[in-house]
């Protein structure tokens, strides 16, 4: 039997993430009744599992291969370095409570938005129920982001996941990761550089499967040379804990059968959405075959009213991509309804070291289009900069269309690569000629200072 007492607000907001929080914040500006749902700790998966946490580990990944560089660079140092993981936890853990606790504060402080704790599900299409309380509202947004997706053979395992992986005060001895895309990459070369031994095991011919083979080769070949351990094409995929301690996980490659065994075990299979924690059916919501919620260019569901934003809508799987869903919805509720899913050029980065910084259009992806295409690609090598860094691996390359000559893709794969996209990004939101940034003069020494170089190199490709 339902409650006798519903409560009525304005808006309910079904998760505290990167697009749920500005989005209560804004709401509440007008003067919106605001109902803020979190079942866990506030801030998603950035905050808490995610971008701030494992940065923090990037860095002090980064720390401890830097010394033990040192000598390449002329300075000598006595002994390797002392990884302290549960000081590095600690700092992180400093990070991320610093980050909830600004939440907590900017929803604390207006008075509009009451945060309800617990897992919110559907009644109706316009009523949630969170614990005995039973929420109403012409207006839904669910937030609710991802979580680790475990694969078959995997469920009876002593596992870690991208979350629980970052509780551990003691560095693994040796660590399995199964799944060669972004996540398990990062976290390969963090253990690394922290001292485990690390194998990768992924079921694809390549890792990350959505770069081009190219770039992917170019991964492997850094992590490596780090020491790093890469089986592709691992079939058949299966975890069995170890009488004495332990992980062991078997698999087939080239129709042998084959095992690798290790003290700890990360899970980096991908992600999936937290839609089915909701009940959505009780709603009429729509989902494709993955669990996203479906939506439209404006983030608008099949059910008037009920909108999906971050994660859990399949548009994109990032930070940028989840504020950018809560713009969108700024935009259709107060502003001139202009902006849309349609307007967002894909990028984001791989934060291994060094990183890949992705913008638009891979060149399969270009390729298939259709387009009349001009292409090319230069190594980090040929840069001063990257030289005088010591930090020579990877590349730059671009894709164009030859007849608007504005830039569909590109790819900078290697020190500031996170960073250094953003001018090819840019050029793409201005929707300018490349000829623009080929004619810029750009700061020397800098790494940035390749790209005109590199679209002077353009020649046409065959699709």
């Given amino acids: ?26 709401l509440a500006k007008e003067k919106w009744k605001v109902a803020l749902v979190e079942k866990g700790a506030l801030g998603g998966t950035c905050v808490n599992t995610g971008c701030t946490p494992t940065k923090a580990y990037v860095a002090s990944a980064r720390a401890a291969w830097t010394i ?11 002994k390797s370095p002392k990884v302290n993981l549960k000081f590095i936890k600690k700092r992180k853990d400093k990070l991320v409570n610093e980050s909830r606790l600004g939440i907590r504060k900017s929803l604390s402080d207006s ?54 992986i970052l509780q551990l005060e003691k560095v693994p001895e040796n660590l399995i990761i199964v799944g060669g895309s972004y996540i398990g990459l990062e976290f390969a070369q963090i253990f690394k550089r922290l001292g ?29 040379n780090e020491g790093i351990k890469v089986i592709c094409g691992a079939k058949c995929l299966k975890g069995k804990n170890k009488k004495s301690g332990g992980i062991t996980v078997t698999f087939q490659k080239e129709e042998k059968d084959k095992q690798v065994s290790g003290s700890h075990l990360l899970v980096a299979t991908g992600r999936m959405p937290n839609s089915d924690l909701l009940k959505i059916e009780k709603a009429g919501l729509e989902i494709n075959k993955k669990g996203y919620v479906e939506v439209n260019e404006k983030l608008e569901t099949n059910i008037e009213g009920i909108y999906a934003l971050g994660d859990c809508n399949g548009k994109g799987a990032f930070t940028h991509t989840s504020y950018n869903d809560y713009e969108i919805m700024e935009n259709q509720l107060f502003g001139d ?14 934060y291994i070291d060094p990183p890949l910084g992705r913008a638009g259009m891979t060149l399969h992806q270009a390729k298939e289009s259709g387009k009349k295409l001009l292409f090319a690609r230069m190594p980090m090598s040929e840069i ?38 953003g001018s090819f990004l840019t050029a793409m939101y201005g929707k300018l000629s490349y000829k623009t940034l080929m004619n810029s003069v750009q700061t020397h020494p800098t790494v940035t200072e390749l790209i005109p170089t590199l679209l002077q190199q353009l020649k046409p490709i065959k699709n």
């Fill in 1 to 26: 039997m339902i409650e006798d007492r519903v409560e009525t607000f304005d808006a309910i907001i079904i998760g505290s993430g990167q697009a749920g929080n500005p989005l209560a914040l804004a």
């Fill in 68 to 78: 033990s560089n040192a000598p390449k660079l002329g300075i000598d140092v006595p």
């Fill in 111 to 164: 008075p509009q938005i009451s945060l309800i704790r617990g897992t919110a599900t559907f009644l109706d299409k316009t009523r949630v129920k969170v614990g005995s309380r039973v929420l109403k509202s012409y207006k839904i947004f669910l937030n609710v982001g991802a979580r680790a997706r475990i694969p078959e053979g995997f469920e009876d395992v002593e596992y870690f996941t991208n979350s629980s």
């Fill in 196 to 224: 485990s031994k690390v194998t990768v095991l992924e079921m694809g011919k390549y890792l990350i499967s959505k770069e081009d083979q190219h770039t992917s080769e170019m991964v492997r070949e850094v992590l490596e």
């Fill in 337 to 350: 309804k202009k902006k849309s899913l349609d307007d967002r050029i894909t990028n984001y980065a791989l």
């Fill in 384 to 421: 001063s900069r990257a030289k005088e860094k010591g930090e020579t691996q990877g590349k730059m390359e671009v894709i164009v269309d030859a007849d608007s000559e504005q830039i569909l893709g590109a790819a900078v794969f290697g020190t500031g690569g996170d960073e250094i996209i």
